[in-house]
């Protein structure tokens, strides 16, 4: 009989990791290997672990999923990460896959599709269900915006005018208009408020944030 394959569940809610904890121990071929509730709490235990799979929440105190993902990968570039999520925004998939997951699922999914993400993930695979790669699609046929183009998009959709946008960045009005542009372009949004409009429902900027 072949190992056990080792999974790793990141998630700042104790109840989740139960869940999923749980879950994974009652498949034959899976085994969790440890829990973490947050970021650096990952890092260490992926260190100390090194598991098969790492299943990874998405919006969690101080430093997401996302950029949890990316330090371990950048540490581990053979780790095996799935991000669970809230959020099914293309920018958000597409974020993640630029961390370096190898998949991606709403929480408010069947857990058998996350043990299924888990067996192929472990086996060398990647795992993106057919409206999440969709999204994923669309997003990489899309310009990637600058950072300060992200900025200044954060405040439009915060309802801020140009001058208000050029106070925050200490930038010129000019500058503000030609990034607004650009933004508009890029998003292929016809003025500021389709643009917002768009940059919630893709996932570029969180209310929460």
């Known amino acids: 009989m072949s190992a056990k394959k080792r999974v790793l569940v990141v998630d700042d809610n104790s109840l989740l990791r139960l869940g999923l904890i749980e879950a994974v121990g009652g498949e034959e071929d899976l085994e969790a290997a440890g829990e973490a509730e947050n970021s650096e709490a990952a890092l260490s235990m992926y260190r100390a672990l090194r598991p098969d799979v790492v299943t990874m929440d998405y919006q969690m105190p101080g430093e997401n999923g996302i950029e949890c993902t990316r330090r371990i990968r950048a540490e581990f570039p053979d780790a095996q990460i799935i991000l669970l999520s809230v959020y099914e925004g293309e920018e958000d998939i597409w974020n993640a896959v630029q961390a370096g997951a190898k998949g991606y699922l709403n929480k408010s999914g069947e857990i058998e599709e996350v043990l299924d993400a888990i067996r192929e993930v472990a086996s060398g695979g990647?795992?993106?269900?057919?409206?999440?790669?969709?999204?994923?699609?669309?997003?990489?046929?899309?310009?990637?915006?600058?950072?300060?183009?992200?900025?200044?998009?954060?405040?439009?959709?915060?309802?801020?005018?140009?001058?208000?946008?050029?106070?925050?960045?200490?930038?010129?009005?000019?500058?503000?208009?030609?990034?607004?542009?650009?933004?508009?372009?890029?998003?292929?949004?016809?003025?500021?408020?389709?643009?917002?409009?768009?940059?919630?429902?893709?996932?570029?900027?969180?209310?929460?944030?």
Do not use: C, W
């Not at 292929?188 to 409009?197: E, I, L, M, N, S």
């Open 126 to 209: 990647e795992y993106f269900p057919v409206a999440i790669a969709r999204k994923l699609a669309r997003r990489g046929e899309r310009e990637t915006l600058t950072t300060r183009e992200l900025e200044v998009l954060q405040l439009i959709v915060g309802g801020h005018s140009n001058k208000e946008i050029m106070a925050a960045l200490t930038i010129s009005e000019g500058t503000v208009k030609l990034h607004v542009s650009h933004i508009l372009d890029k998003l292929g949004a016809a003025d500021r408020t389709q643009a917002a409009v768009m940059a919630l429902k893709q996932g570029i900027v969180h209310l929460d944030h």
